[in-house]
Structures are given as C-alpha cells and as structure tokens.
C-alpha cells in the first residue's frame, strides 16, 4: 500500500470513529447536536468520492467530484429568495464546461501521450485525458507506458493499448461520471482491477479466452471510481 493510500485508510478510519462516537454520546443523551444541512442524501456519494480522490492525489478527479456535491449543497444555506437567484445562475455550468472544451480546442497537445525524463535520465510515457460531452480515441506505440489519468463526465473514451508495452507497475487511473471507457489490451495482460463502481459496472473480456495464459510480468493496474458509468475492457 502506498502513502497515499495509506493517508486515505487513516483518514476514513478516524473519520468513523469520531461520528460513530459523536452519534453514541447524542443517543445516550450527554452530546445534542443537529447538522445544518441534510447530509445523508446522494449529494454524500460525490463528496466521498472527491475527497478519497484528493486524499490520494488525484487533483483532477476531486475538484470534479466536490464541485458536484458543493453545487447541490449550497442551497441549503440560502432563504427562499436567494435560492430562487441561485438557480437562475445554472446557465455558469454551460459557460464553464463550455470554456473548457474550447481550452482542448486550441490546446490540442494538453490530452496527448506525454513523454518526460526520470531522474534517472529514462523516458516514460503517460496519458493525460479529459472529455467533458464529448469523446476521444486514442492509440498507444509506447514502449515504456506507466498509465495516467483518465476523466470523462459526460463522455466517453477509447484508448488502445495493443501496440504498446508496459513499464513496471503501470497504473490507470479513471474517473466516469455519466460516461464511458473502452480499453483494448492484450489477451495476455494482467489487468489488476481497482474500481470503485456506483451504479456502474467493469467488464474484462478475458473469459473469452479460455486458452490463453495470462503474462504476470505484463500487469496494469486499473483504478478509480465509476459513478453511473462503465468500463469495458477488450482483449486482442
């Protein structure tokens, strides 16, 4: 287990058990309190998700997720009136995703299979991709792939790894909301999967290959979170 992972289980772990022990103490009658908000509603789901994701350091991933949850809080706090301003400004969400499909519009290197040097002197390679309605399809030749970062909301993603190889402990990270991910691999692969599905699902076409051998020195890690969303991952 890594740092971060290990940040994220020591957080949730003392985050239970301080609200486990604050409910204890209300029900008993030594502690009253009340929260201002109703917290226990889906507007939960997308906080959580946001969180863990900032928790491990996927920045990208936990601005998207809080931002959700933020939006569909915020109501809660105002009178009638401010309310009734606040859902006139929904049009900020268009202008905003907008903005960003038209900065990977004319930044069309931002999503592209980059190529850095280790402190070493090496290169490796990865992928950095964000689809917001809309939709990408890639193919991988390099030959030392260590993963990236996958984000769709509203879209989707194809990205073909068959002509590439992977680097030691190659890790894919993704995060769909309302939005899908077709992954071709090898038949061979290891694909070690590590998704959180909600209302969502992962599906890995290797029982279709009932006579292939899977190559243990050929492993990539698949990670994230899947919110009505699918990942189907296709074997060649």
Known sequence: MNMNNKNAVFFWSILLVA????????????????????????RLIPLIIGINA???????????????????FIPDF????????YFKLW?????????????????????LPKVQLKADGTEFEYINESNIMGGTNKKVFSKNFEGGQ???VMGGAQLDLTEANLAEKATLNVFLLMGGLQLRVP????????????????DDQITKFPESVVNK???LYLTGNVVMGGI???RY
Request: with cysteine; net charge positive.
């Open 150 to 152: 996958i984000n769709c």
């Open 78 to 85: 105002l009178t009638s009136a401010e309310r009734q301003t």
């Open 91 to 111: 049009p900020m969400l268009l202008v905003g995703l907008g903005g960003l499909i038209l900065y990977k519009y004319f930044n069309p290197k931002f999503d």
């Open 187 to 202: 038949k061979e692969w290891n694909v070690q999967i590590d998704v959180l599905p909600i209302m969502g699902g992962v």
């Open 19 to 42: 609200i486990g022990g604050l409910f204890l103490l209300r029900n008993f009658g030594l502690f009253n309190f009340s929260f201002p908000v109703k917290i226990f509603s889906w």
């Open 232 to 234: 189907e991952i296709k």
């Open 54 to 72: 900032f928790l491990k350091g996927k920045n990208m991933e936990g601005i998207i997720a809080t931002t959700i949850a933020v939006v569909f």
């Open 217 to 219: 020195e050929k492993k």
